[in-house]
C-alpha cells in the first residue's frame, strides 16, 4: 500500500491511493464554543439538498450534544471501541489508523449503521455528562458540563469513502478538494457508508445510489460561503482555503487559525483521514474528553483561545466569522477593527470589536410614543 504524509499524525501512513493533494483544499473553523445548536444550519442544508425522497433521514449537517448526542447512533463511539486503545508519542500518532487497522481483504476498518442507528436525529439533546446531585449548588465551576458539536463532511484530504469504493465512483477534486460521488457509477454497494469514519455519506433507498454533502460547490465556485456558514446564527463558522503546510499565509484567516496560531484543530486527528473542518475546542470540557477527541493538540488550543480577549490579532480573526456571505482569503487588524476582504482583493467586510450602542430617548417625541430600548 502506498505511504503517504499525513500532517495532523505527524508520519507517513498507509493509504490505497498515492498522496495527491488538490490546487486549493475547501476548509473550515467552526468555533465549538459559540454554538447554540439552535439547528439553522441543518435545515439550511436540509431545505437547500435534501428535501427529495429517499432523503428524508439525511442530514449532511447535523448538530449534536456531547457527550450523549450521535447521528447516526453512537457513530463515534462505535468505531472508537473497533479501533481500541490507542497512544500518541507527543505530537505523533503511535498508533493505528482506520486504514493501517483494516481486516484482511478490506481498506478500511468500519461499520455499518443499522436503520435503528438513525431513527432518532436528536438523541442526547441537551442532556449534561452526568446527574445533577440533589441539593447541590453552584460553587464557581460547573461539575456537569455539554457542548454542541456541529458537523458535516470534512472534505478529507485522505478520504475513507472514496478509498473504499470498488467502482472508483468517489473523487476528490483537483480545483478545490471537494469531495464527491459520482451518481452514474455508484451501484449502491454501500462501502463507503460502512468506510466513512464520522458517518457523513447516506444512502438513499429510493435511487439506490450514495449521496453526500457537496460542500455547497456552486456556491464556492462564485466565491460565497456555503449555506450552513452563511445561515449560521451563532456566528460559530467560516470557510476559506487551507493551503498546504509550510506555503502559509498569515493573512489568510483559515491559515492563521489552523496552522499559525493552532487554535483550531481536527476532530478525530487518529483515524488518520486528515479531515479538513477545523474546531475551536470547547473550553469547559474535561481535558480527557477533549483530548480523546482532538488529539493533544488541544491542549495549547483551549490556552490560546482563552487568551483571546487580549490578542487582537486573533481577535481580529474570529470576529470575521459569520460577517460576510463571500469567501474571506484575508483580512487585516485595523485599530479595534477587522477588515476581510475576497479573492479579488475587494475589502467586504469592517467589523469593529465593540459593536456600538445606541441610547434612543425613552420617550419618541415626533411619535408621540414611549419605547424600550430592546431593538
Ligand atoms: S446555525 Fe450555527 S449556532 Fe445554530 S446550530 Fe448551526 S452551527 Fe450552531
Ligand atoms: S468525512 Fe466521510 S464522507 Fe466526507 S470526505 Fe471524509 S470520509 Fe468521505
Redesign the pocket.
Known amino acids: 500500500m502506498p505511504k503517504v504524509h499525513n500532517w495532523q499524525i505527524n508520519r507517513e501512513m498507509d493509504y490505497p491511493y498515492e498522496e495527491s493533494r488538490p490546487k486549493k483544499q475547501v476548509a473550515y473553523v467552526?468555533d465549538t464554543n459559540?454554538?447554540?445548536?439552535?439547528?439553522?444550519?441543518?435545515i439550511?442544508c436540509k431545505t437547500t439538498w435534501t428535501s427529495g425522497k429517499g432523503q428524508e433521514y439525511m442530514f449532511w449537517?447535523n448538530?449534536e450534544t456531547k457527550p450523549y448526542g450521535f447521528y447516526p447512533l453512537g457513530w463515534d463511539v462505535k468505531i472508537l471501541e473497533k479501533l481500541g486503545a490507542q497512544e500518541w508519542a507527543g505530537g505523533t500518532y503511535a498508533g493505528k489508523t482506520v486504514f493501517e487497522s483494516a481486516a484482511p481483504g478490506e481498506r478500511v476498518l468500519g461499520y455499518q449503521p443499522g436503520e435503528e442507528d438513525y431513527a432518532s436525529p436528536n438523541v442526547g439533546e441537551d442532556d449534561v455528562s452526568e446527574v445533577v446531585q440533589k441539593g447541590a449548588f453552584f460553587q464557581g465551576i460547573h461539575k456537569t458540563w455539554m457542548f454542541?458539536l456541529?458537523r458535516i463532511c470534512n472534505h478529507c484530504t485522505y478520504p475513507a469513502c472514496l478509498a473504499s469504493c470498488p467502482r472508483k465512483a468517489i473523487y476528490k477534486r483537483e480545483e478545490d478538494g471537494v469531495v464527491l460521488i459520482d451518481q452514474t457509477r455508484c451501484r449502491g454497494y454501500r462501502e463507503c457508508v460502512k468506510a466513512c469514519p464520522y458517518k457523513k455519506v447516506f444512502f438513499n433507498l429510493m435511487t439506490r445510489v450514495s449521496e453526500k454533502c457537496i460542500a455547497c460547490y456552486p456556491l464556492l465556485e462564485r466565491g460565497k460561503q456555503p449555506r450552513?456558514v452563511e445561515?449560521?446564527?451563532?456566528?460559530?463558522?467560516l470557510q476559506g482555503w487551507l493551503s498546504r503546510a509550510g506555503e502559509e499565509k498569515r493573512d489568510n484567516p483559515i491559515d492563521y487559525l489552523v496552522r499559525i496560531r493552532k487554535v483550531a484543530i481536527p476532530l478525530y486527528p487518529q483515524y488518520g483521514l486528515e479531515p479538513n473542518v477545523y474546531y475551536v475546542p470547547p473550553i469547559h470540557v474535561p481535558r480527557e474528553f477533549l483530548l480523546q477527541m482532538f488529539g493533544p493538540a488541544v491542549d495549547a488550543a483551549v490556552d490560546t483561545y482563552r487568551k483571546a480577549k487580549d490578542d487582537k490579532e486573533l481577535l481580529a480573526a474570529l470576529l470575521l466569522f459569520g460577517s460576510s456571505d463571500q469567501t474571506m482569503t484575508s483580512f487585516k487588524r485595523d485599530g479595534d477593527a477587522v477588515l476581510g476582504y475576497n479573492a479579488k482583493g475587494e475589502q467586504v467586510v469592517r467589523v469593529p470589536f465593540k459593536e456600538p450602542v445606541y441610547i434612543r430617548p425613552y420617550f419618541d417625541e415626533k411619535n408621540n410614543v414611549y419605547r424600550h430600548n430592546i431593538t
Open positions: 467552526f459559540k454554538c447554540i445548536e439552535c439547528q439553522t444550519c441543518s439550511a449537517n448538530v454542541y456541529a450552513c445561515t449560521c446564527i451563532g456566528r460559530i463558522r
